[in-house]
Nanobody, 125 residues
Framework: QVQLVESGGGFVQPGGSLRLSCAAS????????IGWFRQAPGKEREGVSCISSSAGSTYYADSVKGRFTISRDNAKNTVYLQMNSLKPEDTAVYYCAAEAYKDYCLLSVSSYDYWGQGTQVTVSS
């Protein structure tokens, strides 16, 4: 079975940091593009960041550039999203998603084949 499990969410104050993890099972993460998305209550799911498979290209939404960093650890079959300088508007459920055999990635929900269940991130004072 192909599974993605997010972890690392929590409650932080503005300006704080969190590192989200996306652990894959049932497939080798090396050959998948991985995207991070988020969805706040009543809002559309939006792309945050993605990393391609073999090409290793990364992309970020304008709202998180300079604050978030996506990376992968192939030995652990895990992709990370390091989130720094968090803002209240970053509050959302964060999801990771996988797209097979892609050397590029898009911040588009429709591009991805597999999705995790999400992890809650709350940024508040």
């Amino acid at each position: 079975q192909v599974q993605l499990v997010e972890s690392g969410g929590g409650f932080v104050q503005p300006g704080g940091s969190l590192r989200l993890s996306c652990a894959a099972s049932g497939f080798t993460l090396d050959y998948y593009a991985i995207g991070w998305f988020r969805q706040a209550p009543g809002k559309e799911r939006e792309g945050v960041s993605c990393i391609s498979s073999s090409a290793g290209s990364t992309y970020y939404a304008d709202s998180v550039k300079g604050r978030f960093t996506i990376s992968r650890d192939n030995a652990k079959n895990t992709v990370y999203l390091q989130m720094n300088s968090l803002k209240p508007e970053d509050t959302a459920v964060y999801y990771c998603a996988a797209e097979a055999y892609k050397d590029y990635c898009l911040l588009s929900v429709s591009s991805y084949d597999y999705w995790g269940q999400g992890t809650q991130v709350t940024v508040s004072s």
